[in-house]
């Protein structure tokens, strides 16, 4: 009987249809799918004995969170921190985001708040049929429901600094007799008519003016971005590890390091007066196994990635990709926000 298994196991792993690697990525996927329900299970008795706790906090948060937005857009109409900022332009910026926050409330967190009960059993139990990879995906699908119109305001903020901004630019060439060549797609020198240098300055004062009041709305919502940006790129990380975390190869590199070679290893012996070569296996490290699931993983994102954006192209180039993982990087991050430009998370979709 012994001998049998273990014939049947040496015919699975050198057999013609199946490899070892193969083998491993068999048994990490029935691990994974095993833990993802034995989790989900846990999480799934602790979410039903403290049902009416959880159903309590989500109205109370929403509620909560409601009146604080309100207060801070209030705050920022009526001199933030101490600064004078235009009074017009900031109950204009103020009085639209309370506008778009009422109907958002009215049609989206209220309704929310209400059925919150109904919410709270129906994400009991999908944990339960589902997994807890089933609770971290409905939980970020409600973030981004719940926290869309902190979006809207970020799009509108982001929209009018950038236009401001280019047009400082634009205009700031006035004073060294600039401007720019749509034709040509270039920088060109230009003799201004006395009207033409007047009416720009007009402008630019004016721009320039109306900017501490653009910065504020600005500023304080693209704070708002970046935490809801990292808040689900800390729940999508935690839907990667779920569905693609190497399990099975960590845990045969603590039982057995033999089972997982890396390479081999010439050594000398010596016995009495001779010397001899030993041959050794070298056996994978930590970092060799999560460097090589970086690497494993990027390329499954680049297949996906194709075949849905280009279907029928191979590449071994992990641009796309690369691009796509740069997104949430602080210097992508840092150059965007000081350029006004929208920020956008990873597309987990179109990868996984």
């Not at 990525?25 to 959880?54: A, C, P, Q």
């Not at 041959?279 to 390329?299: G, P, Q, V």
Request: aromatic share 16%.
């Amino acid at each position: 009987m012994k001998n049998s298994q273990v014939e049947t196991e040496y015919l699975i792993i050198k057999g013609t249809k199946f490899s070892p690697s193969e083998y491993i990525k068999f048994y990490n996927t029935v691990w994974l799918i095993f833990n993802d329900f034995m989790m989900g299970f846990i999480l799934h008795s602790l979410l039903r004995s403290h049902k009416e706790f959880l159903t309590q906090f989500v109205k109370s948060s929403i509620f909560q969170f409601e009146r604080q937005l309100s207060d801070f857009i209030v705050w920022l109409m009526d001199s933030p921190a101490g600064f004078k900022l235009n009074n017009e332009l900031a109950a204009f910026f103020g009085e639209l985001c309370l506008w778009v926050m009422e109907f958002s409330n009215q049609t989206i967190l209220d309704k929310i708040a209400m059925k919150s009960d109904l919410i709270v059993s129906i994400l009991i139990i999908a944990t339960k049929y589902g997994g807890i990879s089933m609770f971290v995906a409905i939980l970020l699908d409600l973030v981004h429901v719940m926290f869309i119109h902190l979006y809207w305001f970020y799009f509108a903020s982001t929209r009018v600094f950038y236009w401001q901004s280019h047009i400082l630019r634009s205009l700031f060439r006035l004073f060294y007799g600039k401007k720019y060549n749509i034709l040509r797609n270039r920088v060109d020198s230009n003799n201004y008519d006395f009207d033409q240098m007047l009416f720009g300055i007009v402008l630019f004062s004016m721009l320039v003016y109306l900017i501490p009041t653009v910065l504020a709305f600005y500023t304080s919502f693209v704070v708002s971005r970046l935490f809801l940006v990292f808040l689900s790129f800390f729940l999508e990380i935690i839907l990667i590890m779920l569905n693609h975390f190497p399990i099975v190869v960590l845990l045969l590199n603590v039982k057995n390091k033999n089972r997982l070679p890396g390479g081999i290893v010439f050594g000398m012996e010596r016995f009495g007066m001779a010397t001899y070569f030993k041959l050794e296996t070298r056996s994978l490290t930590i970092a060799n196994i999560l460097r090589s699931h970086k690497k494993s993983l990027l390329k499954f994102n680049l297949i996906t990635y194709n075949k849905k954006h280009l279907p029928g192209c191979e590449t071994n180039e992990f641009e796309a990709v690369s691009h796509n993982w740069k997104q949430i990087s602080v210097v992508n991050l840092s150059k965007r926000i000081v350029l006004g430009e929208i920020i956008q998370g990873i597309d987990y979709m179109s990868m996984f």
